[in-house]
């Protein structure tokens, strides 16, 4: 059974800094891009950010320069740095993973999602 567990939530002032943990298990994705993406009630789930099989990154505009995504295949496990954090950074951040990734910022194309951890971010 696939399964993605996000954790290191939490809550943090603005400028501070907090790492998310995506451990994968059921399957190796090494050759899957994986993505964060973030959600506020009332919102549809935004981009964060992705990471692709060859370990290259792109980044959501409002995030790009404070996140910083890195993945460890020999632990199966994606991670998502955020330093400089904003209180609209304040979310419930997801990871997901997809056999079929081609453009990379777009939800439905990924089939594995992770329950999600909350971020909170006060100002």
């Known amino acids: 059974q696939v399964q993605l567990v996000e954790s290191g939530g939490g809550l943090v002032q603005a400028g501070g800094s907090l790492r998310l943990s995506c451990a994968a298990s059921?399957?190796?994705?090494?050759?899957?891009?994986m993505a964060w993406f973030r959600q506020v009630p009332g919102k549809e789930r935004e981009f964060v950010g992705l990471?692709?099989?060859?370990?290259?990154?792109y980044y959501a505009g409002p995030v790009k320069g404070r996140f910083t995504i890195s993945r460890d295949n020999v632990k199966n496990t994606m991670y998502l740095q955020m330093d400089s954090l904003k209180p609209e950074d304040t979310a419930l951040y997801y990871c997901?993973?997809?056999?079929?990734?081609?453009?990379?910022?777009?939800?439905?194309?990924?089939?594995?999602w992770g329950q999600g951890t909350h971020v909170t971010v006060s100002s």
């Open positions: 059921g399957r190796t994705f090494n050759s899957n891009s």
């Open positions: 990471i692709w099989s060859s370990g290259s990154t």
């Open positions: 997901a993973t997809g056999d079929m990734v081609r453009v990379g910022t777009i939800a439905n194309e990924y089939q594995y």
